[in-house]
């Protein structure tokens, strides 16, 4: 984490549209009888990139699962893009082929190649020819710096690389938004700054971005909101500098005490 | 600690160190043999007791096989030229050939048949296990079902071609109304296929099988090792896809597909294939209208179909369990469906992950068709047990004629395990 943390030099130029791209509205959800997210309200605007930290067990991840309904919620509502999260499988394949996500364990499809990793979904989803799927991969590998991988299988790279070739793969399908849960949290060090430098890239191109890390350096830089959960709840939300700087609540203080005192 | 760093701890290296050839091993076949066979005093009476056995076998069989007769006509003959040496009456294997492969009914001059469906099989078959050949082959393996049945069976050639029509119309069915709604394009399938099949089969005519180009051939006339390569080739291509669809349906989230599928894999697996079997010969024939005459033949490939179905079920439920749960949010987070994430990422692998346990129901499945024997149908080791041996002729050859029912079935076997061996290599790209 140190490593990241001062690698931020000037924070991304704002590009954030008052259009609406994510709502969330009183949503609440429960494994079982456990209370996971509780009256969680969030609006996401187009270009926004927000990052989501807090302590292990806080219900991030659960909240950006339950966006590109992977996780189910029990109240509330969900809108995507204007397309409300409903338990119509149309709507959810909808939803879900808008919003790319990058899982802290690559999820890469070990029995093909990174090209066809990044074709599969275009072609079949989207119904893209394959050799233009077959370009605009090669387009998406040449951003993340690894158009020379095409060919091998998931298994012959880095986890860095891997990682790259997740958001390569999600960005085939050209989504509107993307999420991130932890991207960087399996990987080493060296590899991390390879990984964040293609998220910066990203964010610089205006993409809408949730993202779970805490990589607090990332969030100075790129982000133009940082959302603290703990317990289910949003506890506290606000600008990277006054969110560092002057957090309000004590459980923020305690947490960025702990996550950046050493 | 501090008197042992007299000198600095500091270092820094000047030069790079060249690259060196690997050192000289020692090697010979002396080397070896002490590495391999006698590297500790146990593993050298184990060698010593090993090459004794091998020794022992030897000692005794390859005598009798390289003193085997091959041109007497009985076993008292047989006899009477060994004149009371050791020696093996291989003359029942050329006496009895054509029986031994097809059977005592099968007509002889129609043996061509037969034999080119066999060779056609590897024809078909080539594209779906080396599927580096070019896909078109495999129009051909769609065919020869078809091609097969009317080769063996012969009969009115409306029949395979009604048959095909149905399966072509299903299909094609299938094909245009799938995109728009799955449980449409399959069950209108199958609609689409059975009103081909009644409404071909009003245009056969009665009797069309007595004057076909190829003569009819009832199933009761097939047998030796031909039936058992017939059952088992049919009910291995049969028993997977339904194995599949049974692994697959025990993981639905529907309650009611996912009883089904349950009950009837655990039902089928509790029951000894051999009563299925009883049941297939006498019993089938009450779940089917009374007069239609359901072919023997087609009861048991239904029964030993299904038999293996369940065992392949849940060997495919292993490998489905086996694979990490990102792979299911992978495709999810992608946004394909559930046929095409079962298709093109879950099946894959899972099937990749089950080939052994796969490779071993269809092994066993292979040698469990010379079961129908006891249901009194000739396949190979009923011709052995039945017409040949109880023969005056050669009543008593059991070593040759079992030993070459062994070779048969082990070298077909063998070859199905060989194959999966390459094709788990073939496979492997997880490179750990
Ligand atoms: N499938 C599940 N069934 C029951 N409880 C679950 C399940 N998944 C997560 N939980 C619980 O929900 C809570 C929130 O989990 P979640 O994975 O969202 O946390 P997180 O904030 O992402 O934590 P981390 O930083 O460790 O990834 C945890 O207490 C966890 O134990
Ligand atoms: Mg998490």
Redesign the interface.
């Known amino acids: 984490m140190a490593m990241t943390e001062n690698m931020g030099t000037s924070p991304v130029e704002m590009k954030v549209s008052d259009e609406v791209a994510i709502s969330i509205q009183g949503m609440n959800k429960w494994y079982g009888t456990f209370h996971v997210l509780r009256d969680i309200d969030l609006t996401v605007y187009e270009g926004e990139r927000i990052v989501i930290c807090g302590p292990s067990g806080s219900g991030k991840s659960t909240l950006i699962r339950c966006i590109n309904a992977l996780e189910e919620h029990q109240a509330g509502s969900i809108t995507v893009d204007g397309t409300l999260l409903s338990s119509d499988l149309k709507n959810i394949d909808k939803i879900r082929s808008e919003v790319g996500m990058c899982f802290q364990h690559f999820n890469l499809f070990p029995h093909l190649t990174i090209l066809e990793n990044c074709t599969l979904a275009p072609i079949w989803v989207r119904k893209t020819p394959k050799k233009e799927a077959e370009e605009t991969a090669m387009h998406f590998l040449t951003k993340v710096k690894i158009p020379d991988q095409a060919n091998k299988y998931p298994g012959q790279l880095s986890g860095g690389q891997q990682q790259r070739v997740a958001i390569a793969r999600s960005l085939c399908m050209k989504p509107r938004i993307m999420l991130f849960d932890e991207p960087t949290s399996a990987l080493d060090p060296e590899m991390i700054k390879e990984v964040l430098d293609t998220m910066i890239a990203l964010a610089e191109e205006g993409m809408t971005m949730l993202c779970v890390t805490h990589e607090m350096g990332f969030a100075r830089q790129v982000a133009n909101r940082v959302i603290f959960m703990d317990a289910g709840q949003i506890v506290e939300q606000n600008e990277p500098e006054e969110f560092f700087n002057n957090p309000k609540s004590d459980r923020t203080q305690l947490f960025l005490s702990q996550i950046l005192g050493h | 600690m501090s008197d042992t760093q007299q000198h600095s701890v500091a270092f820094v290296r000047t030069e790079a160190i060249p690259e060196r050839e690997p050192p000289y091993t020692a090697s010979g076949p002396l080397k070896w043999m002490k590495d391999n066979l006698f590297a500790t005093p146990f593993n050298g009476i184990l060698t010593i007791v090993a090459v004794y056995l091998i020794y022992m076998i030897l000692s005794s069989a390859l005598p009798w096989m390289l003193n085997g007769i091959w041109t007497t006509s009985s076993l008292a003959e047989c006899r009477t030229v060994l004149d009371g040496a050791v020696g093996a009456c291989f003359s029942v294997l050329t006496e009895r050939w054509n029986q031994l492969l097809f059977g005592f009914k099968y007509p002889s001059e129609l043996y061509w048949r037969p034999g080119l469906a066999f060779m056609l099989l590897f024809v078909a078959i080539a594209p779906v296990l080396f599927f580096d050949l070019p896909r078109k082959l495999l129009i051909f393996t769609g065919l020869y079902p078809f091609i097969a049945y009317y080769l063996v069976w012969g009969g009115a050639i409306g029949v395979p071609l009604v048959a095909l029509a149905g399966c072509v119309a299903g299909a094609v069915f299938y094909q245009s109304f799938v995109a728009r709604n799955f449980a449409l394009g399959f069950l209108g399938g199958v609609i689409a296929a059975f009103v081909t099949w009644y409404i071909g089969g009003l245009f056969i005519p009665d009797g069309a099988n007595n004057t076909a180009w190829m003569r009819a051939v009832p199933s009761r006339d097939l047998g030796g090792f031909m039936l058992n390569m017939m059952l088992g080739v049919t009910c291995v291509s049969l028993s997977l896809p339904l194995g599949i669809a049974l692994a697959l349906g025990r993981q639905s989230s529907m309650p009611l597909i996912k009883v089904i599928c349950v009950v009837f894999i655990e039902f089928i697996r509790g029951v000894p294939l051999i009563t299925l079997l009883f049941v297939a010969s006498v019993m089938l024939a009450y779940f089917f209208p009374p007069d239609s005459t359901v072919d023997l033949f087609l009861r048991v490939v239904i029964m030993i179909t299904v038999f293996s179905a369940a065992y392949i079920a849940e060997v495919i439920r292993g490998g489905l369990a086996a694979l990490?749960k990102?792979?299911y949010?992978?495709?999810?987070?992608?946004?394909?469906?559930y046929a095409?994430a079962t298709r093109?990422?879950i099946l894959?692998?899972a099937l990749?992950i089950s080939i052994p346990g796969i490779v071993n129901v269809a092994v066993g499945l292979f040698k469990d068709t010379t079961l129908v024997s006891v249901i009194s149908m000739f396949d190979l080791v009923g011709m052995i047990r039945g017409p040949i041996l109880a023969s005056t002729a050669w009543n008593g050859v059991y070593w040759e004629l079992l030993g070459f029912a062994a070779v048969l079935f082990f070298v077909v076997c063998y070859g199905i395990s060989q194959y999966s061996q390459w094709l788990e290599r073939r496979?492997a790209?997880?490179?750990?």
């Open positions: 990490p990102g792979q949010e992978g495709a999810d987070s992608l946004g394909l469906d095409q093109l990422i894959p692998q990749k496979l790209t997880d490179h750990r």
